[in-house]
């Protein structure tokens, strides 16, 4: 009897499961609230996957402003835990599904909307999520293109439906060179507006040009307003403002009487437009539904998820960093 039992345990299928159990991934994690110096490198178990969940291997995580704001601690939501994988955004391939799943199957190539996840985040080898903040994405994507779109184009998408932007109208977007703002100029463009775009820099006006913006100005040089008015004289039908400050203030003059302004939460200041525009405070809410609207937008045409700089996963502290500096597009790791 003790001899089966040996065989048994010594069959390949118990050592498979026995490795599974015991498997461990890097992870760039927090064991405190901090500057990026509490970012760093860790061995921690891989999450165990749900019956309604997915075990994605991550090649490629998303760097985004609110990254260093969960570092720091200003950004929390749900229990607070420790060690803590950042990272809300990645893309890569499904290594295992749970029992309950049969819309995604190993082997898929997928990006997910892990903001704050109970599991972990994407600044990992392996995150683990519901289905429902999966997706496959568009196959004209790289993979490092998927890996930085999934929350800044469900923001910038969010915010467009807010405003119900349709054929023919006009919209201003400010910020239009930065992670969300690159994609909403594009995605405006899929919805028939015609695109108004305050980027930053020379490099930034050039930018939006070749996206597709009809007009595009510096936002820290020349009259920004006076170039509104002129390109909308009789005032736009909606602005999306992704950042604050007295100039973005000045330019909600030239929206029209009736016109609507949506920005996310978190710009700061919040813009404060008179009382005849319309105002939507927004936050990105991920499920399959607008996962799909995002692709097909996408597959429509010609579409570029700008990824200015990657950096392997082990440098996420200095990625977070240069969130500070001047780029175009979005920052990336390489797991």
């Given at each position: 009897m ?20 015991t498997k461990?991934?890097?992870?760039m ?100 999520l ?17 890996g ?57 006006v ?42 973005a ?16 939460h978190?710009?700061?200041?919040e ?48 990625a977070q ?15």
């Open positions: 003790g001899g089966t039992r040996l065989e048994l345990l010594g069959t390949p299928e118990i050592y498979k499961i026995m490795a599974d159990v461990q991934m890097k992870a994690a927090i064991d405190q609230y901090g500057g990026p110096e509490a970012l760093t490198l860790h061995t921690l178990p891989v999450p165990e996957v749900g019956e309604n969940e997915v075990l994605i291997r991550v090649e490629v995580a998303g760097v985004g402003v609110w990254d260093p704001m969960e570092r720091e601690g200003k950004l929390i939501m749900g229990e607070t835990y420790f060690p803590r994988t950042l990272g809300a955004e990645g893309a890569g391939t499904i290594a295992s599904v749970g029992g309950q799943v049969t819309d995604f199957k190993e082997g898929d190539k997928v990006y997910g909307f892990g903001f704050q996840s109970p599991k972990g985040g994407f600044y990992a080898e392996y995150i683990v519901l289905t429902n903040l999966v997706s496959r994405f568009p196959q004209k994507l790289s993979i490092e293109e998927a930085a779109l999934p929350v800044d184009g469900v923001t910038g998408l969010c915010g467009l439906e807010a405003l119900q932007l349709s054929d023919g109208q006009k919209i201003l977007i400010w910020g239009a060179s930065g992670g969300i703002g690159h994609l909403v100029v594009q995605l405006s463009k899929r919805l028939g507006a015609k695109v108004f775009a305050v980027a930053s820099g020379s490099d930034g050039e930018f939006v040009q070749k996206l597709g913006a009809d007009e595009a100005v510096d936002g820290k040089g020349g009259d920004v307003v006076a170039q509104a008015r002129e390109f909308a004289p009789d005032g736009f039908d909606a602005a999306l403002i992704l950042a604050g400050g007295d100039e203030q000045a330019a909600l003059e030239t929206i029209k009487d009736g016109g609507a302004v949506a920005f996310p978190g710009v700061a200041p813009p404060k437009p008179r009382a005849t525009i319309k105002v939507h405070a927004y936050s990105a809410t991920p499920n399959p539904q607008i996962f799909e609207r995002l692709n097909t937008l996408i597959e429509q045409g010609p579409f570029e998820v700008a990824v200015a700089r990657t950096y392997p996963l082990e440098e996420a502290a200095t960093q240069d969130l500070k500096g001047h780029f175009l597009g979005k920052l990336a790791l390489t797991v």
